[in-house]
């Protein structure tokens, strides 16, 4: 009797091994993907394989517009400023607008220079990050429509290094958010009302209305949405894998911009000289 129930016991034992171990090999397979239908996670892991396929595809050149061979403010022959445009389409009510931005040496009287500006109707700045690099800070104006707000960080720029920024507008409930090298800055009232804005998205880099500015521009992407603050740290964090992310509405690498007087295209290695090179 005693080694029938000892057989019947170890025979469930032998049942139940394989019941066991493809539990575990279930659990563990589900760890590694994302939770399905979760639209964050799915992001986070398209942005990783196309992040890796980058690397092995040998992607190692990133397109830079400089702007840093004319800056004397002064048209040139043909009325023209050095700069560059994009016209994109429809400006959508909610989006967000990203840029990274450096300069080799401050050749103009002021340490100061717009990162982008959204034109108006009649081709004024209606929206526009713009910097300005004092000795002991550095301070960020930040513009759409009548909205408006100024932050300084004690964080001092220098030449030579790129600051990253992503300006959103969330006209749902109202509000505009400022996102700089991974830290958010500030969050402002959007009064839509008093806004006026354009129906067309058209960019200015590397210039404005009164002037030049000797900058280079890269990564400046735009997205058919307002942006959650977490998102817009990760796209502004150097060595982030999303820093620099394309936008949906505008992609960096895909937008053919206008050139205007002596802007020119160049090309950085992206690992050691582009704006999400990882910083020590």
Known sequence: VISMVLFSTFFCLLLSIPIVSGHLLTDDRTSRRPRKGDPEEMRKLQTRIQSRQQRSDGVSKLKVLDFSADNDNELDSNGEFTGATLDAGALPESFTV??????????????????????????????????????????????????????????????LQWTRACLSLDSN?????????????????????????????????????????????????????????????????????????????????????????????????????GPCRRES
């Not at 840029?99 to 220079?113: P, Q, R």
């Not at 000795?135 to 104006?141: I, K």
């Not at 030049?212 to 603050?229: Q, W």
Request: glycine content about 8%; overall charge negative.
């Open 173 to 273: 409930v109202g509000k505009m958010t400022l996102v700089v090298d991974g830290q958010l800055l500030g969050e402002v009232e959007y009064r839509r009302d008093e806004a006026d804005p354009p129906a067309n998205l058209r960019l200015l880099i590397g210039s404005n209305y009164i002037g030049e500015f000797p900058v280079k521009i890269a990564n400046l992407n735009v997205f058919n949405a307002s942006l959650s603050v977490e998102r817009m740290v990760g796209l502004t964090r150097a060595g982030e894998e999303e820093c620099g992310a394309a936008g949906d509405l505008v992609s960096w690498e895909e937008a053919e911009w206008t050139l205007h007087s002596q802007a020119k295209v160049i090309e950085v290695d992206r690992k050691w000289e």
């Open 98 to 159: 990203c840029s990274a931005f450096m300069v080799e040496a401050w050749t103009t009287e002021f340490a100061s220079a717009d990162m982008f500006s959204l034109l108006g109707v009649n081709g004024d700045p209606w929206g526009y990050i713009y910097l300005y690099a004092a000795s002991s800070y550095t301070q960020y104006n930040a513009n759409l429509g009548q909205s408006s707000f100024v932050k300084q960080t004690e964080s001092v720029f220098f030449p």
